[in-house]
């Protein structure tokens, strides 16, 4: 037996190929296949449910039609009690009558009513009447019969609806009015109670002949192949193509069928299912979709059931299966043909291909041939890039001299992202060009790291050297600090809060070109850099400054600064001030890091200066504020005696001024109110002239006391107003109406209360009574009011 790996090129390609397309081909097949049958039963069982569906809902439509029916005897006979007794039956006979006789499905018509409904002084709770249409050998027959004199049956249809009340439809029945089994018809009744004040009354109902149904399922054939049955809500066949089995139960008759797919919830419930299942009428496994029938508002619906066999179902799929059958095979043949061609054109240049490598694989690259390249398939791709490798490494070749010789700076291509030879030769030359940037790089952080230490043991001493003179400690900082950054100018502002409502930032120093510069000048909290820098606590480095920000100025001209820096001197979270410099070169991160540690170093510096500075100050203003309360006790001691004095003068006063206010109150009338009229207070002789009390007054306007109603709207009214707004007293004799319905007179004078913007607080009239000596004829219409 042959090894597969010890196959040809071509005939493993032939063999791979066909085995894996064959296998492709038959799981796909297999699988459209298994879809197919899937959606097409899919497919039919919602098409059966649709027809189940419609056709449920004609049966609906059809039994419904005679329910309804049945409603209408009941609706229109449930006014019975409002009847004579004695016309009682005369009405409802033909109420019967007439819809049995239009009614050629109804076997029968009838009515019960209880006997304490019709007669007023029945008072038993059970007897009742029945009266009865029947339909006989073609003729209607009219009965009456008394019924449950000794108590209802408690097991009976009717003691059931009596009960709950609640419309209803019998389970299909064989019955016979003239007990001939022989005559016997498969009936149904639906029963409508009658209620009168929600109290049953009676029930009226109908006999529905099933007969149609019967004719209306064995007209419904689905597809054309199936056929279809009626149930009623206890599994009673009403309609089936086997006549043998109306009246017949099918859980009697199928009983394992129906246990097996619990069809007794479904049909009971009136809930919707399919399943397959075998099906003796059609010899064959079938689909079964059931659909529910609602029956007017009873709680017991009917099924209808739609049954098609499966042979049709899959009918579809098997065509599609044998049409991809032929297919697969064609499409197999054709694959093995087109494969034989494919395998030849592939093998043939993979034989040069492979002596070309074989060359390659001893390390004899100098005396191998390129190879010639024809077309752009697979093969010519492969001639490209051996053809490429050839190349790429007799380059490698020569970088690797080239790094051993210690040329780092030259540049090479790797033959692609996944060149390993390449890629270890360019790691090799980034570590040695690595490692002596390391090198370079360690020496400059040394030297960085000596200038910062050197200046800041510099600093130091600046520091520790003028730490009794603000003056001299900040001109010596930034004197040394703008020549240790060789910077060109620098200035110092410190905190300045002997104000403390108003703090401000003075520049205690300035320093540019190798000399002191004598520069005052004041910085608000927050004002311009300085001050956002001082509010912001931290440094601002800018390369892109304002033309007109600053000027650097020397024997050679101007010119704007490149670089500035503010950093500020800060300490604990506290800002003692702002250190600002500036300089044509740029501040590199470890100046700007190195200018905040010297920051800090000078605020702790002028923490300390300030500190003394104040203490002396406040040493100082001990001494002189002594001596000036000393002097300002002496003259308290004198205010006190005055004050004392004064302040028994304002009691006397206060005595006398109560007594007049006092005497003023039981001698005037006073009315008080607000700048709308409305009143406020009215004393108790203002109560006792107009005879209201002083709650019945309070909040509403004052017009309510005047004597002429009309004059509220004259022009001698809003002058009044004008006047008392203007601050003067209004004077005169008013004739005011009192509570009984008489008026009063009084006289005085009516002055309004300012406040500081001249707006009317209150207006005050304080008037005497003068009803006595002044006749209500002597006073015109202005002193009818002001």
Known sequence: MISFRNLKIRQKVLLLIMTITSAIYIVSFGYITLRMSEKAQRDAGEMAHMQAREYANQVTSEINKDFNLSRGIGWALQNFPDYPLEITEDIISPVLYEFLNRNSGFYSTWISLELNSLLPDYTLSHGRVRYTWVRENGELIYQRDTLNLEGDDEGSLYARIKSQKQETITNPYWYSYSDNEDDQMLEVSPCIPILINGQFAGLAGTDIILERFQELVLSIRPFGVGYSYLLSNDGTYVGHPNPDFLGENIAQLREEYFERFALSQTISQGESTSHFAFSDNLNEDALITYAPIQIGDTDTPWSFAVVIPQSFITAEANRIFYRSLIIVVLGLLILLYATYLIANHITRPLEKTTAVIGKIATGDINNVKE????????????????????????????????????????????????????????????????????????????????????????????????????????????????????????????????????????????????????????????????????????????????????????????????????????????????????????????????????????????????????????????????????????????????????????????????????????????????????????????????????????????????????????????????????????????????????????????????????????????????????????????????
């Open 371 to 786: 190879l010639k390249v024809e077309g752009k398939d697979e093969n010519a791709q492969m001639a490209v890039s051996l053809n490429k490798l050839l190349l790429g490494l007799k380059a490698t070749a020569g970088f690797a001299e080239k790094i051993g010789k210690g040329q780092l700076d030259t540049s090479f291509e790797k033959l692609g992202d996944n060149d390993v030879l390449g890629s270890a030769l360019l790691n090799m030359r980034d570590s040695l060009d690595k490692a002596r940037e390391e090198e370079e790089k360690r020496k400059a952080e040394d030297t960085i790291r000596n200038w910062t230490t050197n200046g800041l043991a510099r600093f130091a001493d600046i520091l520790r050297l003028n730490n009794d003179n603000l003056e001299e400690l900040s001109f010596s900082a930034i004197k040394n600090l703008v020549q240790y950054m060789d910077a060109n100018q620098g200035g110092l502002f410190v905190l300045n809060d002997d104000n403390k409502n108003e703090p401000f930032l003075e520049m205690t120093a300035c320093y540019a070109y190798d000399r002191k510069k004598y520069i005052t000048r004041k910085v608000n909290i927050g004002e311009g850099l300085t001050g956002a820098c001082f509010l912001e606590k931290k440094p601002i480095l800018m390369t892109d400054i304002p033309q007109d920000y600053m000027r650097i100025t020397s024997g050679l001209g101007d010119e704007s600064p490149n670089c500035l820096l503010l950093v500020p001197l800060l300490m604990n979270e506290e800002v003692y001030g702002v250190i600002e410099l500036a300089s044509f070169k740029k501040f590199e991160p470890y100046h700007v890091e190195f200018i905040e540690k010297v920051a800090e170093n000078i605020a702790g510096t002028l923490s300390s200066v300030k500190i003394s500075i104040r203490t002396a100050y406040l040493l100082e203003q001990s001494q002189q504020q002594a001596e000036e309360m000393r002097a300002q006790e002496e003259e308290m001691r004198q205010n006190m005696e005055e004050m004392h004095a004064t302040q028994e003068e304002m009691a006397r006063k206060d005595k006398d001024l109560q007594a007049l206010v006092e005497t003023s109150e039981a001698m005037f009338c006073v009315l008080e109110y607000d700048k709308d009229g409305k009143i406020l207070t009215l004393n108790h002789n203002f109560e006792k002239v107009s005879g209201y009390p002083e709650s019945e007054l309070q909040g509403k306007h004052h017009s309510v006391v005047f004597d002429n109603p009309d004059w509220e709207k004259s022009d001698n009214y809003h002058k009044f107003w004008e006047l008392l707004r203007s601050g003067k007293a209004v004077k005169g004799a008013l004739r005011r109406k009192s509570k009984d319905g008489g008026y009063f007179i009084i006289k005085g004078v009516t002055k309004a209360h300012l406040d500081e913007y001249g707006q009317i607080e209150k207006v005050v009239e304080l008037t005497i009574d003068i009803t006595g000596e002044v006749s209500a004829s002597s006073l015109n219409a202005s002193d009818n009011s002001k």
